[in-house]
C-alpha cells in the first residue's frame, strides 16, 4: 500500500553529476527522516546523507561538500544532488524512510516503520 521508488542512478564519469530521486506512493499522511543510504559491491551498507521532516540534515563525512539532500513535502519527495562525482561513490543508492503514515482505508490510518526503496545503481567511471 505504500513503497519508495527511486530514480536517477546511472553512469557517470568522475567529476560529474547525477541527481537521485524518491518517491513515496501511496496514500501518504506524513512522512519523517528520510535518508540516502547506499551499499558498494562487498561492503556493508552506510548513511549518505539524512533530512529531517523539520528540514535538519546530516551527511557522511565523505560526501560533505559534494552531496546536498532535499525534500519536497508536498510531492512526498527527497532528493540527492550528487556533484563532483568519484569512482568510490559507485554503489547501490537505497531510499530510507523511518516513519511513514499513510491512510490503509478511507477510515483509517496505517503506519510503517523502516520503509526501503529497491535501490538504483549509481556508477562512476574513472
Known amino acids: 500500500q505504500v513503497e519508495l521508488v527511486e530514480s536517477g542512478g546511472g553512469l557517470v564519469q568522475a567529476g560529474g553529476s547525477l541527481r537521485l530521486s524518491c518517491t513515496a506512493s501511496?496514500?501518504?499522511?506524513?512522512?519523517?527522516?528520510m535518508a540516502w543510504y547506499r551499499q558498494a559491491s562487498g561492503k556493508q551498507r552506510e548513511l549518505v546523507a539524512l533530512i529531517t521532516a523539520g528540514g535538519n540534515t546530516n551527511y557522511a563525512d565523505s560526501v560533505k561538500g559534494r552531496f546536498a539532500i532535499s525534500r519536497d513535502n508536498a510531492k512526498k519527495s527527497a532528493y540527492l544532488q550528487m556533484n563532483s562525482l568519484k569512482p568510490e561513490d559507485t554503489a547501490v543508492y537505497y531510499c530510507n524512510v523511518d516513519w511513514i503514515l499513510f491512510r490503509a482505508t478511507p477510515r483509517e490510518p496505517n503506519q510503517v516503520y523502516d520503509l526501503w526503496g529497491q535501490g538504483t545503481q549509481v556508477t562512476v567511471s574513472s
Open positions: 501511496g496514500s501518504i499522511l506524513n512522512i519523517n527522516t
